[in-house]
DNA sequence: TTGACAGCGTTCGCAAAGCGAACATTGATG
DNA sequence: CATCAATGTTCGCTTTGCGAACGCTGTCAA
């Protein structure tokens, strides 16, 4: 009996299900039932039960009781990644250095699925704490510098039908909420080769951002993010000449060529 | 012709297996084919190349040519695990501010599956720049600190268990090869409360690692590492008290406790 | 040049793997 | 205590995906 939509004999129809229960755990969600997870994933409990079981005899999650959460070792998974691009050699250093010069802390991120996701990121002593993101998190598209600048990475009508499909939710009063308002802001960063954002995510902190990549690549950009200061102009200035200088280093170094 | 060994039915094979795929990038290796693929992870070309297109849909893998890799969204994956157990609020910080005091490189880690996994490292700059390890890399388990004082959180029968199911390459001159002398050293860190190695993984740079679990729970240390200097002992005195500390504030966070 | 060969990616018939309706089991609510 | 809702688990039927077999490409020796 088969239907016209014809599954493709050469996906794994089981596997790629098993990988949705475990991107299932991304948000911040520590650990979650069996029926949270068939309902997270769309699936049915049956189906969301034989592919928790395999993650925990695979070593992936953990049971306790009723209740699931991973194990750190689906950082090796992560670990593979940042080892064949040379992250540790070619990106950490020279995140760490500008951070030092800059007293801020630097993340370069991408986008994934319409959300920014952290690639990696540098800390500085006596920096500001944030939320506490790390290299792996997702953070919004449409509120924080890094998104903006993603966007203007891409050519404009393909930011225009990436940022449709994503929500908007309203993080702080300054947010924007309207589309087309947001997506002026986006031309605003492609034509001047920066992104600023205030407030619209985090009351109070403002949020910079640069391209990383090289115009036509994948878009990778570097940002930070400080409490608004006494003279936001001369902040913004050498932050975005310390994330230049940052930027240029990693293109010279290719580090992040092929991503 | 179903055989005595029954297959556990709550266990879907199709998804071990292509985990087993994507597992078998946490090597230095970049990117791979097929068949190279499937004598890895030790299936048949015709699964690994199921599994491996399965994971290019779903956007782990990218395809070029007939060249696979890692792409950034395997980040996605550890990044849960980060947010969900606080690591960028109670690890990171942690290891930054220690690291920043000490001047070195701090690195937090467990076992996994009979190799050292690396959970964090502080994003300090400094000057000695190692192999280039990142968070979720996988270092041995016998020659390094981290890893005799990972053993050495074990019960002693266990820890040699561990030690006989792992291979011993001779990474230096310096490395023991002898299980039973590696066994001793890793008694006597047990006993000591910290583990110092020198040259038996790079020549020239010594280890320091001390516990941070509390006894009984799964062993995780932290440890870092440097170029001999002058002064060994009061190079060693220095770090292992930094080390200390920043263990006893790691424990006192309880960011550690449920891994 | 040509034949043999080794290694690769891909196909297809048949066995077995896993989907989900249905069944237990738990625990909250009137 | 009965009712109900929500969770975890089982099993028959169908679909999935296993792997022998195939075709293709590049390499070597005759």
Same mark, same amino acid.
């Given at each position: 009996?088969? $239907?016209?939509?014809?599954?493709?004999?050469? %996906?794994?129809?089981?596997?790629?299900?098993?990988?949705? +229960?475990?991107?299932?755990?991304?948000?911040?969600?520590? *650990?979650?039932?069996?029926?949270?997870?068939?309902?997270?994933?769309? =699936?049915?409990?049956?189906?969301?039960?034989?592919?928790?079981?395999? #993650? +925990?005899? !695979?070593?992936?999650?953990? @049971?306790?009781?009723?209740?699931?959460?991973?194990?750190?070792?689906?950082?090796?998974?992560?670990?593979?990644?940042?080892? !064949?691009?040379?992250?540790?050699?070619?990106?950490?250093?020279?995140?760490?250095?500008?951070?030092?010069?800059?007293? %801020?802390?630097?993340?370069?991120?991408?986008?994934?699925?319409?959300?920014?996701?952290?690639?990696?990121?540098?800390? +500085?002593?006596?920096?500001?704490? $944030?939320?506490?993101?790390?290299?792996?998190?997702?953070?919004?598209?449409?509120?924080?510098? #890094?998104?903006?600048?993603?966007?203007?990475?891409?050519?404009?009508?393909?930011?225009?039908?990436?940022?449709?499909?994503?929500? #908007?939710?309203?993080? $702080?009063?300054?947010?924007? $909420?309207?589309?087309?308002?947001?997506?002026?802001?986006? !031309?605003?960063?492609?034509? =001047?080769?920066? *992104?600023?954002?205030?407030?619209?995510?985090?009351?109070?902190?403002?949020?910079?951002? +640069?391209?990383?990549?090289?115009?036509? @690549?994948?878009? %990778?950009?570097?940002? *930070?993010?400080?409490?608004?200061?006494?003279?936001?102009?001369?902040?913004?200035?050498?932050?975005?000449?310390?994330? @230049?200088? *940052?930027?240029?280093?990693?293109?010279?170094?290719? !580090?992040?060529?092929?991503?």
């Amino acid at each position: 009996m088969m $239907t016209a939509a014809d599954q493709d004999r050469n %996906i794994s129809s089981s596997f790629a299900k098993g990988l949705a +229960v475990l991107a299932v755990f991304d948000a911040e969600t520590p *650990c979650m039932t069996l029926a949270e997870i068939a309902r997270r994933s769309g =699936q049915d409990r049956a189906t969301a039960r034989r592919g928790a079981l395999t #993650l +925990v005899q !695979a070593g992936y999650l953990r @049971q306790d009781g009723r209740m699931l959460s991973l194990t750190p070792r689906v950082l090796a998974l992560a670990g593979g990644f940042l080892q !064949a691009n040379q992250f540790g050699r070619r990106v950490q250093p020279v995140l760490n250095r500008h951070a030092q010069q800059m007293e %801020i802390e630097v993340t370069l991120a991408m986008l994934d699925q319409g959300r920014v996701l952290l690639l990696a990121q540098s800390t +500085v002593e006596h920096g500001h704490i $944030t939320y506490g993101f790390t290299a792996g998190s997702h953070i919004p598209l449409a509120h924080t510098s #890094l998104g903006r600048m993603l966007l203007a990475g891409l050519p404009a009508e393909e930011a225009a039908k990436v940022l449709a499909e994503t929500d #908007l939710p309203r993080h $702080t009063e300054a947010s924007l $909420t309207d589309p087309a308002a947001i997506l002026e802001r986006v !031309a605003q960063a492609r034509e =001047q080769g920066y *992104c600023l954002t205030d407030s619209e995510f985090e009351s109070g902190i403002t949020g910079y951002a +640069v391209p990383v990549s090289r115009p036509g @690549q994948t878009p %990778i950009v570097a940002g *930070c993010s400080a409490p608004r200061g006494q003279q936001p102009e001369a902040d913004a200035e050498r932050l975005l000449r310390g994330l @230049q200088l *940052c930027a240029a280093e990693l293109r010279h170094a290719e !580090a992040v060529d092929h991503l």
